[in-house]
């Protein structure tokens, strides 16, 4: 096959690490060679963050490039549009709606934008837009939108909710297992 | 056979556990912090952070050459401050194997630098091994202690962020017990005096003479050929973005020893193939060895010594092709990382921002006070800098000691502040310091340190009391302040400032990521009260945004610091109802 590439969006501090450590251990449980590049240090403070996931048969890079992306998973409306040219033509984007001011907006000196999800349905992408904030609070804690988007970009592969389950098991901290098991689920069978 | 998906740093870890290791001194830094935390996870190896890399690298050779298996790891700038053990340890040789771990980091993600760590292998002539993956981080972390036994000397592994940082799959073995070599005593080898030192010159020079030999037949340089129209030469991560970019169309020589690099290897090989392109991120390390051996390559004249590299970059440059993209026909804002809502570094800004002083800034979380709004680091060097060049400021015209102060966290002041401390007291400088005291190393993720009172692992230990300790060096003014309280900060600062002498503030509060740490329930805006004058923002709080004409605070991030309550004169800001 093919190798696969998801890149995972967000803003330093919500959660995107544990997001793509969880799918890292789903495709390595299906048997998948895997790469997984994280950011680590500086940019986890506040600034925009990617994390890349390729998987296949045999991979190379561990990075992913512009036009390279199968799905772009996004937690943030702002960080769905800068990362949009890296998804591959046809490609998909699951877009969280919550939207984060960056300090240049809240310093008054750029204005967060309107109608993102719109202008990257004008690119021809498909998006499926969720509320995930929205949807963790549903599961108990706010903290859950990195799982409930997990559970969310699951129904849109070929995975067994088991396997999911099984990896949201193993990466999450116990004290937390049964919010982030709602969390899921929750995403999973959102619509 | 076990197969995990690991994490490069943590392969590291897994590679110094299989070959034995048993003492493991490092100072955090990014990229390289994870080795010694996941290997502080192996009860068989002793693990600590030391206060600096000088430290930790002479905690290793001391263990070497007493027998045991050792390792240091630091990131790139680390090793300038451990280069003065570094060149002398290539001399002594070792006993029982050494292994230092440096990560370079190309594209600075979390450095103020982006050097090249390769050029102290060849000045240091210290035999580097560069991994491309994880895998290749645990067996060649596990070669690194046999070629160290085999040469006598220390083996430096040197990783790049993307290695570090990346996740895949490692094949797992049980550990080898190493033992505990005998020691003996050897003036000749160990006591680097001149006499001494002379004989070891000779050592050092035949032993790189004798690694290149090795070299050229060594395991971890392989050759592929393909179609020789293209030959590639390249070493670590970039060899999987030419082999993404390039395929089965070209050829490829990957170095996994970047020094001493061989020759007859190199000579080879560019002799079958009609063009070489030596791919390798930062400076022409490669390049400059091939071009010193006649042979011509293309490299930094087509390839930039800046940044990282990709596949779509070894795609643009040697096959001219580029993807396809869209981007969305909107205005995207940046998004610079930011301090953390509650981070106590942000109110101690706000006060200095007040007194309007010039800033010498030094490395950690709190760097970013330099980024808008608060805009209050003027100068941002190295670890320690702060009160050195605070210092030199001073005394380039002592009219500054009234509006400077230094800033430098805890960590950092441990590291390399307290040597400035006492030039400071020593030379009669009239400087303010502040240590950021906010009892971890925050920007590298909440690493122990000799003041937080707990080693790597948690157990209680002692820990250093910063206000005895200035004052043992003579430093008479002494303040410690709350910097989530305005008013005392403010206060401390302004006195400070006026003292004719040197003064210490510590400015004490804990990360607010700290697990330990209990906060408030967030905070909200009552709108009725609020009259948008803004003032709530000047401190640049995260969880502070204007929607709709008034003050907003987003509940997800706001932890209740309070600070933001001080300024605010219409009591506007209130507990959110549960």
New interface residues.
Partial sequence: METKSIMIAGVGGQGTLLASRLLGKVLTDEGYEVKVSEVHGMSQRGGSVVTYVRYGESVSSPIIEKGEADIILSFEQLEAARQLPYLKKGGKMIINTQTIDPMPVITGTAVYPDGIIDAIKAQGVDVTAVDALSLSLQAGSPKAVNVVLIGVMARFTSFDESVWLNAVKSTVPSKFLEMNEKAFKIGYNSK | MD?K?M?GNEAVARGLYEAGCRVISSYPG??S??ITEFSASYEEMYCEWAPNEKVAMETACGAAIAGARSFCAMKHVGLNVAADPLFTASYTGINAGMVIVVADDPGM??SQNEQDSRHYARASKIMMLEPA?SSECLNYAKLAYSLSEKFDTPVILRLTT?VA?????CVLSDRVDAGLKEYEKNPAKYVMMPAMAKGRHVVVENRIAAQTEWAETAGINTVEYNDTKIGVITAG?TH??A??ALGKNASYLKLGCVWPLPVKLIKDFAAKCDKIYVIEELDGFIEAHCKQLGIEVSGKDVFTPLGEY???LVSKVILGKE??????????????????AGCPHRSLFYTLKNEKVTVSGDIG?YT?GA???LGMIDTCICMGASISSLHGRNKANPENAAKSVAVIGDSTFIHSGITGLINVAYNKSNSVVIVLDNSTTG???HQENPTTGKTIRGELTTSVNIEQLASAIGIKDVRVVDPYNLTQTREAVKAALAFDGPSLIISRRPCALLKSVKHNPPLKIDTDKCTACKSC?RI?C?A???KNGKAAI????CVGCGVCTQLCKFSAITEREA
Avoid: W
């Fill in positions: 197969k998906l994490l990014t990229p912090t994870e993600h979390s993956d993307r940082h990346s996740r895949s799959l991560n999987n973005y082999k993404e990709s596949q779509a993807n396809e993209f869209a981007c969305a026909d909107i205005e995207i804002p940046g998004r610079p990382p930011v301090l953390c979380c970013l980024l808008q709004p920007m590298t993720g923002m640049g995260p502070i945004s204007m987003d509940f997800t991030q």
